[in-house]
């Protein structure tokens, strides 16, 4: 039976380093870390995303802000919110909470983020340093970073010698994850839509990545026994079993299945989600760290 990783326990280590972290720059510098969420509209789903983030900011020690934005805002609206925040000396971190209503577009005020505040790691600089290998002087995006503590935690600093593959190729996801891999000296593959033969692909990974957003896609036969498996599929599924119209969570992995052959395997929920969130909160306290000429701390 495989080890369950438990992300809530390494999201909590986390979440204690960046409030020790917070603390020791408050009272050496007297600058206390800010985040600025930023929420457009009233999709539930992402008003409870950013409350808990909202609040796991405070928790933090931080000076935590919300704009909440009716869904009419403008384009022009949102930018200038944007570029208030960019400005404000107060607020290291700036989180636009995706997806926007339409028809506002993401992309341009996403690239509007200052690339120091950018705590998602979705601007083009950060997203390139890490294309280049630059590890220490960008922000990284929050998910794959989550996702990659739980690998280190299981396979080590240095993956030299084993094989990932990452099914999916999203720039939120996949693609950081496979250099977040690679520069921890994995050989790593990137499975997505087009690949052939999916499970024999699969079955060569030491480390295996999914996501995709398809509920339990991978299955016990798609993996290598022993294989790390790190399921980052979030899939809400009917739940008859717990009553009418009722549903529940599932990931991109058949868990039972999954705990059957690998060696480790993230649950759903429970895994990489926690990481999320208190990666958010490492890159709020990294970046307020530069914005005093400190060195900032290693997560
Ligand atoms: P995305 O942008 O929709 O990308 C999905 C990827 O999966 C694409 O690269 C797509 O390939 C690939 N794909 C789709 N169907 C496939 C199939 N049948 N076989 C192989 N590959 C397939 O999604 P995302 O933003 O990366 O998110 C993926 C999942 O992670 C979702 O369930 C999301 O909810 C979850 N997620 C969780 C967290 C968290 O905090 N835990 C954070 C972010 C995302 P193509 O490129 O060829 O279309």
């Not at 690949?195 to 398809?214: F, Q, Y």
């Not at 599932?250 to 060696?263: I, L, M, P, T």
Request: proline residues 7%; hydrophobic residues 45%; glycine residues 10%.
């Amino acid at each position: 039976m495989a080890e369950v990783i438990d992300g809530r326990q390494a999201a909590a280590v986390i979440l204690d380093s960046v409030r020790s972290a917070a603390a020791a720059l408050e009272a050496g510098s007297g600058i206390k870390p800010g985040l600025a969420v930023v929420i457009v509209g009233d999709d539930p789903a992402s008003h409870a995303y950013v409350r808990a983030k909202s609040r796991t900011a405070t928790e933090c020690g931080f000076r935590s802000v919300q704009h909440t934005l009716p869904a009419a805002t403008t384009q022009a609206e949102l930018a200038a919110l944007v570029a208030a925040l960019n400005a404000d000396p107060s607020i290291h971190g700036v989180l636009v909470q995706l997806p926007l209503p339409k028809p506002l577009e993401a992309e341009p005020i996403i690239q509007s983020i200052r690339p120091e505040k950018d705590v998602d790691g979705l601007h083009v600089v950060n997203a390139g340093k890490l294309a280049t290998g630059d590890l220490a002087t960008g922000l990284v995006s929050c998910t794959p970073a989550g996702a990659m503590i739980l690998v280190r935690r299981v396979r080590g600093e240095d993956l030299s010698g084993l094989g990932a593959v990452v099914i999916g190729r999203s720039n939120l996801f996949g693609k950081p994850m496979a250099q977040l891999l690679l520069a921890a000296n994995a050989t790593v593959t990137v499975a997505h839509s087009r690949t052939k033969d999916l499970p024999e692909v699969c079955r060569g990974a030491d480390i295996l990545v999914a996501a995709v957003g398809r509920p339990e896609m991978v299955r016990a036969e798609w993996i290598k026994p022993g294989a790390t498996v790190i399921d980052v599929g979030i899939n809400r599924v009917p739940a008859p079993e717990k009553g009418e119209g009722k549903t529940r969570l599932v990931g991109d992995v058949a868990f039972a299945e999954a705990a059957s052959v690998a060696g480790a395997v993230t649950p759903v929920p429970g895994g990489v989600g926690p990481m999320t969130i208190a990666m958010l909160m490492a890159n709020t306290v990294i970046a307020a760290h530069r914005s005093a000429g400190w060195a900032p701390p290693e997560f």
